[in-house]
Nanobody, 125 residues
């Protein structure tokens, strides 16, 4: 049974930082691309960042480029999202997801095979 478990969310002031983790089990982690998505109240789920199975390809939404960094540790079956210079508009539930599709599919949430339960990130102004 595949499980993705996010952690690291919380409340932070604008300009602060958080590091999200996504611990995976039940799958061959290094064969899956990993993505982070977020959903704010009343809005659609949107792509944030993704990284290929061995970590050589990374994509970011324009809204987070230069502020967020995605990474992974295949020895620990864990993906990370380092979020710096946080803004109130970054407030959302953040989800990690896993896909066997290639990098061209990373930006589409319906191309992902497994999802975590989400972790809340709240940025106060």
């Amino acid at each position: 049974q595949v499980q993705l478990v996010e952690s690291g969310g919380g409340l932070v002031q604008a300009g602060g930082s958080l590091r999200l983790s996504c611990a995976a089990s039940g799958l061959t982690f290094s064969t899956y691309g990993m993505g982070w998505f977020r959903q704010a109240p009343g809005k659609e789920r949107e792509f944030v960042a993704a990284i290929s199975g061995i970590g050589v390809i990374m994509y970011y939404a324009d809204s987070v480029k230069g502020r967020f960094t995605i990474s992974r540790d295949n020895a620990k079956n864990t993906a990370y999202l380092q979020m710096n210079s946080l803004k109130p508009e970054d407030t959302a539930i953040y989800y990690c997801a896993a896909t066997l599709n290639d990098y061209r599919a990373y930006g589409s949430f319906d191309e992902y095979d497994y999802w975590g339960q989400g972790t809340q990130v709240t940025v106060s102004s």
